[in-house]
């Protein structure tokens, strides 16, 4: 989806994104549980809209730890800014910025939940979030795939048009290149899938 869309959706969205998007994206924190976070470590959210999961990763990862959230809408960015306030969390640096231009440092983790399929040239970002890997580092990426009722499918896939997001994205094959061992499960019939991957033996 065009920057340009993106900034008018989320502008709307971002009013009643925690209220509502909830009903829409799941296994969010299954996700975030899959990682097995550790003390210390540095953790990049690309596409971290108002911040989800952000209280229970700076649980994870302690004052040592660190969490860059990098999202090209600014009015998602200042609700996650408050929930930061709020919960009085640490660490925490925020990066208004298209994922696709944001070359990161090293990290540990890489998380994508729900905001990879709106990103055009997602391959790049996906690269570009891989090469920081350090050793022992993952990547987890949550979204929507296509569910196995045609009925249903036909009808989300409607809305997903409307909203820019491509719930079609060869991502496990593109994991695949990079990766030796993915764990990659769709769940509630292909609705959404969770994948999981080490980079012990990734091959950039
Ligand atoms: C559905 S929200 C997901 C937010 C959050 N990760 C979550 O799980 O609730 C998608 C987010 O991706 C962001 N996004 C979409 N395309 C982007 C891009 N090219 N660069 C940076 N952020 C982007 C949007 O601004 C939005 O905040």
């Given amino acids: 989806m065009g920057l340009k869309k993106i900034k008018k959706i989320y502008k709307f969205q971002s009013q009643f994104y925690d209220l509502t998007r909830w009903i829409f994206v799941w296994n969010r924190k299954k996700a975030l549980i899959k990682l097995n976070l550790k003390q210390g470590e540095k953790v990049l959210v690309v596409g971290c809209g108002t911040g989800y999961g952000f209280d229970f990763i700076n649980k994870k990862i302690g004052i040592k730890g660190e969490i860059i959230g990098v999202d090209y809408s600014?009015?998602?960015?200042?609700?996650?800014?408050?929930?930061?306030?709020?919960?009085?969390?640490?660490?925490?640096?925020?990066?208004?910025?298209?994922?696709?231009?944001?070359?990161?440092?090293?990290?540990?983790?890489?998380?994508?939940?729900?905001?990879i399929t709106m990103v055009p040239e997602w391959r790049k970002s996906l690269?570009?979030?891989?090469?920081?890997?350090?050793?022992?580092?993952?990547?987890?990426?949550?979204?929507?795939?296509?569910?196995?009722?045609?009925?249903?499918?036909?009808?989300?896939?409607?809305?997903?048009?409307?909203?820019?997001?491509?719930?079609?994205?060869?991502l496990k094959k593109e994991l695949d290149k990079y990766f030796n061992n993915i764990d990659y499960k769709e769940y509630f019939l292909g609705y959404n899938f969770i994948a999981l991957a080490k980079i012990s033996n990734n091959f950039l």
Avoid: C, W
Wanted: proline share 5%; net charge positive.
């Fill in 127 to 170: 690269e570009n979030s891989i090469r920081v890997l350090k050793e022992g580092g993952r990547i987890v990426i949550t979204d929507f795939s296509e569910i196995n009722v045609p009925i249903l499918r036909l009808l989300l896939n409607l809305r997903f048009k409307k909203y820019g997001v491509n719930n079609k994205l060869p």
């Fill in 74 to 115: 600014s009015h998602m960015l200042d609700k996650a800014r408050k929930k930061i306030n709020k919960y009085k969390l640490k660490n925490i640096k925020l990066i208004q910025i298209d994922a696709v231009k944001y070359i990161p440092p090293k990290v540990d983790v890489v998380i994508y939940s729900y905001s």
